[in-house]
């Protein structure tokens, strides 16, 4: 998924869920913010202090994407969470390591995650987390099928759009085929280039097993945005298995609308439609005007710095320990530790 739904759609949910503007907004920016977060390494700061933090997203001609540990440490807790096949504790697919780490909707995995973001959430980083986590759950709900490491299985051949959006271009399937899987590595979804992650596209394609599959993704994001407001309602009772109703009809219309009908490859263009319509009171929460700047002078790090960049030696702020670019890289290594080091452990997985 893009920055549409990580944090349009994200901050929209959290909204109807019953989170504060601000509170709603803190959730929405973490989530995008995990793929914008490439950067990792000690911060210094000119009182001796030191600040550690670790990347969330590797861009795709990342030398570290050909790295076994850079893989499990990132696109595996982050992006592509294993889903041990569908299958609970104790229980394993039957056939290879892989088809533990295919990332699987809503898995026991995925919602074991979920049950301790609630649970903890009384951390200071507490709302930093639940928006890491709601683009990990949303992720695996566009990412099913494929794994976070260079694994034969996410092999991607013979790509076809079901329908004419009218959006791509004559030909783009024969470059995916004769092109790219001679350029970028079978890891992720990156052999389907972007198609998992628009909205508005049904496709079908041949995986690396030889299997056919066809993919609705109105569908799944539907499905992904009715789930993760379910579990930000649980999250405001502090009740993981608080069992709750679905979003409002209209606002559930107006969700698959904008997905089915925003037909813009582009999802910055489609993030914008999704803004103009927040702004608009298209949803039963009102009027309200938000923005997302993930470097410069309104971004998190610069607020928490005083600037976007990596210098070799910052100026320390006093509100640098409370400010939510700090908070955000608390809950990232909270988070990595849990599902790496706690969850996957005990459905036999053992990633980095």
């Known amino acids: 998924?893009?920055?549409d739904f990580?944090?349009?759609t994200t901050y929209v949910l959290a909204r109807f869920a019953g989170f504060?503007?601000?509170n709603a907004e803190i959730i929405a920016y973490a989530s995008q913010y995990v793929d914008d977060a490439t950067s990792s390494g000690t911060v210094y700061f000119n009182n001796n202090a030191l600040y550690h933090r670790i990347s969330t997203a590797h861009?795709?001609?990342?030398?570290?994407?050909l790295t076994a540990l850079a893989n499990h440490q990132v696109w595996i807790p982050f992006h592509f969470l294993p889903g041990n096949g569908g299958k609970g504790m104790g229980k394993n697919p039957e056939s290879s390591f892989v088809d533990k780490i295919i990332c699987t909707p809503n898995s026991f995995i995925v919602r074991k995650m979920i049950n301790e973001t609630i649970t903890q959430q009384n951390r200071l980083y507490g709302l930093h987390r639940l928006g890491v986590a709601m683009h990990v759950y949303a992720d695996t709900w566009s990412h099913q099928g494929f794994s976070g490491v260079l694994h034969s299985v996410n092999e991607v051949e013979s790509v076809k759009e079901k329908g004419n959006s009218g959006v791509f271009k004559s030909g783009l399937m024969e470059i995916i085929r004769d092109v790219l899987d001679d350029t970028i590595p079978p890891l992720g979804h990156?052999?389907?280039t972007v198609f998992p992650d628009i909205p508005f596209l049904s496709w079908e394609y041949i995986n690396g097993r030889g299997e056919e599959i066809a993919r609705d993704n109105t569908d799944i994001f539907c499905q992904a945005a009715e789930y993760m407001f379910r579990i930000m309602k649980r999250y405001l009772a502090k009740d993981p298995s608080l069992k709750v109703g679905g979003i409002k009809s209209s606002d559930k219309i107006h969700i698959r609308r904008l997905f089915a009908d925003t037909r813009e490859q582009d999802g910055g263009k489609r993030h914008k439609v999704w803004l103009d319509d927040i702004r608009s009171g298209a949803f039963s929460f009102g009027k309200e005007k938000i923005s997302y700047a993930p470097r410069g002078e309104e971004s998190w790090k610069a607020h928490a710095l005083g600037t976007s960049l990596d210098l070799p030696v910052h100026s320390y702020k006093k509100n640098f320990l409370t400010s939510n670019w700090k908070l955000f890289h608390d809950a990232v290594q909270a988070h990595r530790f849990s599902?790496?080091?706690d969850i996957l452990p005990?459905?036999?997985i053992c990633a980095a």
């Open 1 to 3: 998924m893009q920055i």
């Open 6 to 8: 990580h944090h349009a």
């Open 20 to 22: 504060t503007k601000s």
């Open 59 to 65: 861009k795709m001609l990342d030398p570290r994407n």
């Open 190 to 192: 990156a052999r389907a």
């Open 339 to 341: 599902v790496i080091h």
């Open 346 to 348: 005990r459905f036999g």
